[in-house]
């Protein structure tokens, strides 16, 4: 990261309805170019809600959400994801009756600089062994590890990954930490939701809390490693 990067994602007071039940109630921050970002509380704070937010996932909406300077509050998902903005989401949303290369190849390439299928297999070398077997003869390591590459495949530049440590093996959490790194060091801007507050400490720039519906807390690093008790008191751990 540059010491004054650009605001790639601007959400400001964001509301958010599931039918009548307001979920979302001001949520305010912004992603920087190039940056890891964790939305961070307890369940049902509003992290996935967010997400589903940014990617106009839900028909009730207020607020301001500016993707490079243009507002994307009215604007419709394909027309966000065209924009270069790639969604993850929690439950991987894996074809089981596909096989890994023929769920690789459904994304459409929305922006230049997507990888290739090929580029993809030899970047998941898990994927490449499995590349034959149908979706639900994979491990929960390896569906995500194959959501995580679909979303590649269109070129997006910003990632939002919901939740992907979410019911894994520690040493598989390992595996994906460790390539959401290469992913923010190829210059990837990421918008995690996280619950595995470790898991979020080994991989994020900022970490912005999350209480019912709104931002209580935005903390560094740095800051979150000097006061995890504060943190904890928010999570309830």
């Not at 270069?84 to 929690?90: K, S």
């Not at 970047?123 to 590349?131: D, E, G, K, T």
């Not at 569906?143 to 979410?166: F, K, N, W, Y």
Request: contains cysteine.
């Amino acid at each position: 990261m540059t010491n004054n990067p650009a605001t790639v994602l601007s959400v400001q007071d964001l509301k958010a309805w599931y039918a009548e039940s307001q979920a979302l109630h001001g949520m305010s921050f912004d992603l920087r170019e190039g940056e890891l970002l964790t939305l961070i509380g307890r369940n049902g704070a509003g992290k996935t809600t967010t997400l589903r937010s940014i990617m106009g996932m839900l028909r009730k909406r207020q607020g301001s959400i500016k993707f490079r300077g243009e507002e994307l509050i009215s604007r419709k998902t394909y027309e966000i994801a065209r924009r270069g903005i790639a969604y993850c989401p929690e439950e991987r949303a894996i074809f089981a009756s596909l096989s890994v290369k023929e769920n690789l190849s459904l994304p459409p390439v929305l922006q230049p600089g997507g990888m290739s299928d090929e580029a993809l297999l030899d970047a998941f070398p898990n994927l490449r062994r499995r590349a034959g077997s149908m979706g639900t003869k994979l491990s929960g390591g390896e569906q995500q590890m194959l959501a995580i590459a679909r979303i590649l495949r269109t070129g997006s530049r910003v990632l939002l990954l919901d939740e992907p440590s979410e019911g894994l093996a520690p040493v598989v959490v390992k595996e994906i930490g460790a390539l959401i790194r290469r992913l923010k060091e190829q210059g990837f801007t990421i918008l995690l939701v996280e619950q595995n507050l470790r898991f979020a400490r080994s991989v994020a720039d900022r970490h912005v809390v999350v209480e019912n519906g709104r931002v209580v807390d935005v903390l560094t690093a740095e800051q979150l490693d000097a006061d995890m008790a504060r943190v904890q008191t928010y999570l309830g751990v």
